[in-house]
């Protein structure tokens, strides 16, 4: 079953935050697991053959059986044990040659020991699989799966078998215009298995889901909810913070529900000191132990306050693509890498475009203390009047929201990048907006939204606008229109009393390509423009931070120019090398003039 269609929310009045019910289990490192990263066998399909028959209806017989010729005579055209192998995580895209540019099925299959206990649940988890998955265990299907960059889990306690097993994924990251993407993006479809995949292990009755924050605008009132998962539901859970001397017990309902409320005094997270108490949550036979952090975070007129201070967000944009070795990063050493460039140019806040990143970047953030918008990949021309695509980008939100929502780092869920102005972007994008504020009353919602310009004043009106807490504006004076020097003459006016961020701009330099300030392409064109930009937004009075567009070089089917960018998008203030670029130091100069003046 698609597990979209289990999504549906129960309103807990007294957290004001909506339970999700969307089956994801959260907190899996938290959890005992067992990994299947590793080699799996896979088959390339590009026509499908392992899934339709000649006459393009599902087989019954799909490769999914894993068969072997019984006898010398029986036909059988595919093995997955003679098949080559792919590292998983991993995108397909980088690591076999011919699999560059590949957009369609690959078959994955990995076989394991499994010793069945009676007291046990079991899930397969998967971090995220783009785009479309279907999963197999010892050739039944357990699920499907749509969208490639959120996690999703099936329980497989009924079809694992003593010792031998073997789980088969179909794997197709074909682009469709319904699709959340839609066919058009500025990254690269990296196909495959792209995060960790693991069995986890759980008792009959389980802690499944929790939500632990501190109450909108409270600095000392924790309130949330567990939910539990299983035949005994109404039991008694204890939660313990050690470090803060707290020990609450509650009682879950008969739906396994249990929501709290107590005031308590924390030390607070922040970029400064970034606090994470261990939290311990104990049910009858399930013990769950998570590290959290407790800020507040709201907005007040054009300002942004964090645990109730004014603050400005010196940020930068970043992608999930792989630093020093390229292809879609996952591990927590690339988290790591990409994370300390980010502090070293000064930064107290990242935009992680333009999906949900691997939950290690998250972990790392809040480990750091970097604040983080969070967003998924309604990006430029979504089918709006599609109930689908809605539907798609609804489950793509919620599973995001699911997995970080105990994570102080995230201050702000986006819910759209630059999509065209119009009434059926509006209705989708506040059904959106709607649903992350009933999930979590607890943060910020944003979007990079659309503006126009007379002569030289940049408008900010997006009726969009009305419905965000911050507005997020992209925009490329330098470099697709303009010249770099012109961001100085331009004045910015909002017609609304709300924080503003410009959420991108930048242009394209390749790292050691030196020239005269007018040359393109040179990192003194891109260091021109940063130096024209900072001018200009020490003139904006109501900005309250900006992500420039982008820490590092990334991938990008739709660039080029041979020589300069061969697929490869180069507004990266570093290169994909590790090289930082003359405009690096710019803003990083900026960046200190900021934390100076506080
Ligand atoms: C944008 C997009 C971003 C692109 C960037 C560019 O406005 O939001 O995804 O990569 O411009 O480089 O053109």
Redesign the pocket.
Known sequence: MKSITFLFFIISFITGNAVTENNLITNIDGRKNISLNGKWNIIIDPYENGYYNYRYQPREDGYFENRKPKDKSELIEYDFDKSEQLNVPGDWNTQMEKLFLYEGTIWYKKSFQYNKQYDKRVFIYFGAVNYDAVVYVNGKKVGEHEGGFTPFNFEITDELASNENFIIVKVDNKRKREGVPTLN???WNYGGITRDVKLVEVPVTFIKDYFIQLKKGSLNEVSGWIRIDGLEKEQEINIQIEDAGIKQKIHSDKNGYASFNFITNLKLWSPENPFLYNVKIISAKDTVVDKIGFRSIETKGEDIFLNGKPIFLCGISIHEEAPYRSGRAFSKEDAVTLLSWAKELGCNYVRL??YPHNENMIREADKMGMMVWAEIPV?WTIMWSDSNTYNNASNQLNEMITRDKNRAAIILWSVA??TPKGEARLKFLTGLINEARQIDSTRLITA?TETHSEKNTIIIDDPLSNYLDVIGV?E?IG??WGKPEDAVLMKWKSEFNKPFIIS?F?G?ALYNNHGYEKTRWTEEYQESIYLSQIKMLKGISFLRGVSP??LMD?R?PRRHLPGIQDFW?R?GLISERGNKKKAFYVLQKYYMEIEKGK
Do not use: L, Q
Request: no cysteine; charged share 25%.
């Open positions: 993006t500025d990254w475009a333009h990006y990048n630059e990079a992209n490329y470099w697709y991108e930048g394209d567009w982008i990334f990008s998008n507004k």
